[in-house]
């Protein structure tokens, strides 16, 4: 049988190969700019301007390390933030889920959570101590409240941006109000929450510092002040490293935790 000379010949696609970029090793990087960073600080050190070498700043750390100040500091400035963060935090998520699934919530409360965001938590400090004295609680408080305000927001963010397909697709299937915040807003707003918990950690650290400068009898804050002082630069640096590192992983244990609250969620 002869072959139709109009036929049209259509040729099979090639085999196309396709090459999947392999991810970063995150690890590794975290490692080489962290040397990076120090070789950095060490030459700036060796250039004549008035920062304290690596070296120096070890020694400083051991000493104090040895005197049993650094440990002493250390535990009265994570007992602050821990306290204030948690008590924040605490308060700040269901104040944001009210004020992101009722009205009437929002309406009562979202001019005077605005109207404190506003005003910076160190501002509040004077304030808090002629009332509460210049004992534990003037600080605790400041920082409750910065780690409050960095987190109900983010919360009520969280919920107001569900997705209302979402809540119509469950009211259509007949769940309740109970129901659809449970199953969908919480879920849902799970992400916002750790967020806000991660910047008001921040802003709980960065309180709690300046807290101690003003009145406290330790803590790195106050340990920073003494050493300003007496132009001590070596411990300084040794309380701006202690509260990076304790900052950072206080940072990623909630990176973490929010890994494992979100496994659901798609990921680039």
Do not use: H
Not at 88 to 116: C, D, H, K, N, T
Not at 179 to 193: G, M
């Amino acid at each position: 049988m002869s072959a139709d000379p109009n036929a049209t010949i259509v040729k099979a696609p090639a085999a196309t190969t396709t090459k999947r970029r392999r991810p970063p090793n995150i690890f590794a990087l975290n490692i080489i700019t962290i040397f990076l960073g120090i070789g950095l600080w060490w030459a700036i050190s060796l250039t004549g301007l008035q920062i304290p070498s690596p070296p120096a700043v070890i020694a400083s750390a051991i000493d104090l390390a040895q005197r049993g100040i650094l440990l002493e500091d250390v535990i009265a400035s994570l007992r602050r933030v821990l306290t204030g963060f948690l008590l924040g935090s605490a308060l700040a998520i269901p104040v944001g889920f009210l004020m992101g699934w009722y009205g009437w919530a929002r309406g009562l409360l979202e001019p005077w959570v605005q109207f404190f965001r506003t005003i910076p938590p160190l501002a509040i400090i004077p304030l808090a101590i002629v009332l509460m004295g210049i004992g534990e609680q003037p600080k605790i408080f400041v920082i409750f409240l910065a780690a409050f305000l960095a987190c109900v927001i983010s919360t009520f963010q969280g919920v107001v941006q569900v997705d209302r397909t979402l809540i119509n697709a469950a009211r259509v299937l007949g769940a309740k109000d109970g129901t659809i915040f449970v199953s969908v807003v919480i879920p849902a707003s799970t992400p916002f929450i750790l967020v806000g918990m991660r910047v008001g950690l921040g802003a709980a650290w960065a309180t709690v510092v300046a807290a101690e400068l003003i009145a406290a009898q330790q803590g790195l804050g106050y340990r920073m002040q003494q050493a300003q002082i007496y132009y001590d630069l070596p411990t300084i640096f040794v309380g701006i490293l202690v509260i990076g590192i304790f900052g950072l992983l206080m940072d990623r244990t909630l990176l973490i935790i929010e890994s494992k609250l979100t496994a659901w969620q798609e990921r680039r």
